[in-house]
Each structure stands twice: as C-alpha cells, then as structure tokens.
C-alpha cells in the first residue's frame, strides 16, 4: 500500500498523559499536513511541513502540541499533558506541491484520540 | 473557523437516485475541491475544480462552481449504497502562501437499498 500511513489508529489515554502520533506520506511528497477533527465537524487544518520545515501553525495548536518532520519524510504529532478537549479524529494529508500546479492532498486513516 | 457550509446537514435517498449537496464559502478562492469520508475513517480525494471552471464531470459525479455566488454544488447521479458516507467540501483560500483547506461541516449521505 503506497498511501499515507497513520500510527496508531486508535489511542485511549488518561488525562495528564502525552500522547505521540505518527504519519508516513506518500513517498516523495514534499508537503505534510496535519489536521483534527471533531464528531460531526469538518477537518481542521493544524500545521503543514514543506520537506523539514514547519511553515504554517493554526491557533489551534497550542503549546501543548509539537509536530515535527526531521527528515522531511515521516511526521509525528504530540500532544503534552492533554486534556478531554483533545479527543479527536487527528488526520494526516501529504502533497507533491510544485510551482503553478494545484497539489490535491491525500488523506491517512486517522487516529482517534480518546482522552478519559 | 470553518469557510464552507454544506447543504443539507443531511440528506437519505432510494438507491437509484440523484443526490445533490450544495457549499457556499466566504472569501475568494483559488479552486474548490470535494471529498468523501466513510464512518471513522480518513478522507478520500472526489473532484477539484478550478475558480475559472464553471463545470466538471468526473464518472458519476458533476460538481458546478459559482464564483459570484460563492458556491458549488455536487451531484451524484444513479446512487448506490456504496455511496453512503459524509461529502465535505474544501476550498484553498486566495492568500498567498496558505495552502491549508478550509472544510465546510459536511453533508451526511445516507442511500436506502
């Protein structure tokens, strides 16, 4: 399977706990989005990496999340001290993004959060 | 905060059936694109139409795009319960470097067989 790869897909979690998220894209997309989503809502855009670098943060990020991308490949998601606001779909899109094209995003599965 | 409202929240039909949703977004666009997502799991990429089309096709689907109404809507003709799932529409908004999608809170599609 060559799609985007999220890791785990369920994770159950007491409040306080940190909790860490991985995403594998697409191999050779540049472009790495993360998202969350509320029961009933829409996706919401976090962050997105270019290659390595971090170059757009929501206001819903916290400074309780971190996301990094080291490599400019995989991507983790974490989450410090969290709370039961933080129970959520968290999902994951990569892009081939080059000048002057459209990059349609391509989604993982997600991984629920459940805060207890 | 979201962009785009879909229209109806929710929506059952007979398998056979056309089902149509509708979006209306807020500021200016660069292209307009349609998702799908079964229960509880990730989204899956439908259409992306552009700010300078007005219509495309893509098997049974039609999406339109009405920039001076700030609108799209989708169509799915001869349903089938395979269609069931939440449709979500994603507008890329006209601001330079953005490039997150903006989702409406979707359309609940239920087909009856």
């Known amino acids: 399977d060559t799609g985007v790869s999220q890791d785990p897909r369920h994770k159950i979690t007491k409040r306080g706990q940190n909790v860490t998220f991985r995403c594998d894209p697409i191999s050779e997309h540049n472009r790495l989005y993360w998202y969350r989503q509320t029961l009933g809502q829409g996706p919401e855009f976090l962050t997105y990496f270019q290659n390595e670098a971090q170059l757009e943060k929501s206001r819903l990020l916290s400074d309780r999340f971190s996301a990094e991308r080291p490599k400019g490949s995989f991507s983790t998601l974490e989450i410090q001290r969290t709370e039961q606001g933080d129970s959520a779909m968290y999902l994951c899109a990569s892009s081939l993004w080059r000048a002057s094209f459209v990059d349609t995003q391509y989604f993982g599965p997600g991984t629920r959060l459940t805060v207890l | 905060s979201q962009q785009g409202e879909e229209d109806p929240q929710a929506l059952s039909i007979q398998e056979g059936e056309n089902a149509t949703m509708n979006c209306s977004y807020k500021?200016?666009?660069?292209?307009l694109q349609w998702y799908r997502q079964n229960s509880g799991r990730g989204l899956v990429h439908l259409i992306l139409i552009r700010s300078n089309e007005r219509e495309k096709h893509s098997g049974r689907l039609r999406v339109t795009l009405d920039t001076s109404k700030k609108s799209s809507s989708l169509l799915i003709t001869a349903s089938r319960a395979a269609d069931t799932a939440s449709y979500f529409c994603a507008t890329d908004a006209r601001i330079q470097g953005a490039q997150k999608l903006v989702f409406g809170q979707g359309t609940r599609l239920t087909i009856n067989p």
């Open positions: 500021t200016s666009i660069n292209n």
